[in-house]
């Protein structure tokens, strides 16, 4: 690992330390309070988000060649997978974080395609897909698992397909028997469903007629899956997409901006979202900054506005403490790591760099912020009796300004 990003790992995990030191004070305090229990929401919604900041693990499942590696890189808008014209190219399913400039996007479980006719060009010490996937499974549970089909293989041996993938399912269940899963159906290279002239951007009568043509695959699709008794109550979605485009040269080579033919990627993305466990839905926005769209923008500011209520709540309850100066520094870090992660979901690094950006922007407003969190904690508390209300009061309405000042710069740009 290079120097930098050992020191941006070392950075994030002081940062977490201290937020997790904070929320252990908090809940100390809490005990101490009468009818507090619902504060506790704002504490597991804090040590939620603190999970979060692993990217999310997509588990990506299908025949050879159904272009799993394409979605992957489609996803991501980077080449983080390796792609074949010919012969398979994923060999032993292994989890693979992919990074961009340093920062973790996501961690895939590209597998060996079922049904495969060729053994693949990377090597595998596993005798089928099946041995291949389940040793991979056993360490690391998927956020959220791909079923892939190629759009004009539907009716094509795909139940073989989702008989496989039903094993896989169940394996996956007697392993992580606690974890909740999701399934997304996704037919690939719609691109080539007839009419092949058609333009899927289109919108002419033989357009039209490709449109139906795709809408009747993933009718069916959907039909198929919702048969198989171990994968029906798993299915959430299914939807059509193309993946084509072409890349720049080398490791993560951004797509070439003529040469981007995508197509449903971003209704794709959306899906994933609405359906992966709450508290990786940051992750996987931030994954999709490339396709960022209104609906994506949305998750991540409701993401960010749940942090921040959070975080206004638990500084308003630990600036109630009587004590003068004793809240000052709990406060100042949960403030701090509410700022960080606003702008991680915005793709910056979770670390004091993006306190430090946020500064430079809003520098005033920051440390008037923190010098009425300082004034009121010390000055109010001496008057009796309402000082500590007060004081709670002004570091609530501080927390929230600051809050809404960091949704703003980072996710309103």
């Excluded at 340093?102 to 060729?118: H, M, N, S």
């Excluded at 009718?219 to 993946?243: H, P, S």
């Excluded at 969190?373 to 008057?383: E, M, P, S, T």
């Amino acid at each position: 690992m290079e120097e930098s990003a050992l020191n941006r790992a070392e950075m994030e995990e002081s940062a977490l330390n201290r937020a997790e030191t904070v929320l252990v004070q908090v809940s100390k305090i809490l005990k101490n309070i009468p009818f507090s229990s619902n504060l506790q929401e704002s504490i597991n919604n804090i040590r939620s988000s603190i999970q979060s900041l692993r990217p999310p693990r997509i588990m990506v499942v299908g025949r050879t060649k159904a272009g799993k590696s394409s979605l992957i890189n489609a996803i991501c808008g980077l080449k983080v997978a390796q792609v074949s014209d010919l012969r398979p190219e994923t060999g032993k399913a292994e989890w693979k974080k992919y990074q961009h400039n340093g920062v973790d996007l996501v961690e895939i479980l590209d597998t060996r395609g079922l049904q495969e006719a060729k053994a693949p060009r990377q090597q595998d010490s596993a005798k089928n897909p099946f041995e291949s996937i389940i040793d991979a499974i056993k360490d690391k549970y998927p956020d959220i698992i791909l079923l892939v089909c190629k759009a004009t293989e539907v009716h094509a041996a795909s139940q073989e397909d989702l008989s496989i993938c039903e094993s896989i399912i169940q394996e996956i269940q007697k392993i992580h028997a606690h974890e909740k899963l999701s399934i997304i159906g996704v037919l690939t290279q719609c691109d080539q469903v007839a009419h092949p002239k058609a333009n899927l951007l289109g919108d002419k009568e033989r357009d039209e007629r490709k449109r139906k043509n795709i809408e009747e695959c993933v009718r069916d699709f959907y039909k198929y899956i919702q048969q198989k008794e171990g994968l029906r109550n798993y299915l959430k979605d299914v939807v059509g997409t193309c993946a084509y485009a072409d890349y720049e040269e080398g490791d993560f080579g951004l797509i070439l901006p003529d040469e981007d033919y995508r197509w449903n990627i971003d209704k794709l993305i959306e899906i994933m979202m609405e359906y992966t466990p709450k508290n990786r839905r940051g992750s996987l926005g931030r994954m999709a900054q490339e396709r960022m769209t209104q609906e994506v923008q949305a998750t991540q500011r409701s993401v960010a506005e749940t942090i921040k209520t959070a975080c206004v709540v638990l500084a308003g309850v630990v600036s109630a403490n009587p004590i003068p100066g004793m809240s000052i520094a709990p406060v100042l870090v949960l403030q701090s790591f509410m700022v960080m992660y606003i702008g991680w979901l915005s793709g910056r690094d979770f670390s004091e760099e993006t306190i430090k950006e946020f500064l430079v922007t809003g520098g005033v407003a920051v440390g008037l912020n923190a010098a009425t969190i300082g004034l009121a904690d010390v000055a109010l508390k001496f008057l009796p009796g309402a000082g500590s209300v007060a004081s709670a009061a002004a570091s609530f309405t501080a927390t929230q300004g600051l809050g809404d000042a960091a949704i703003a710069y980072f996710l309103k740009e």
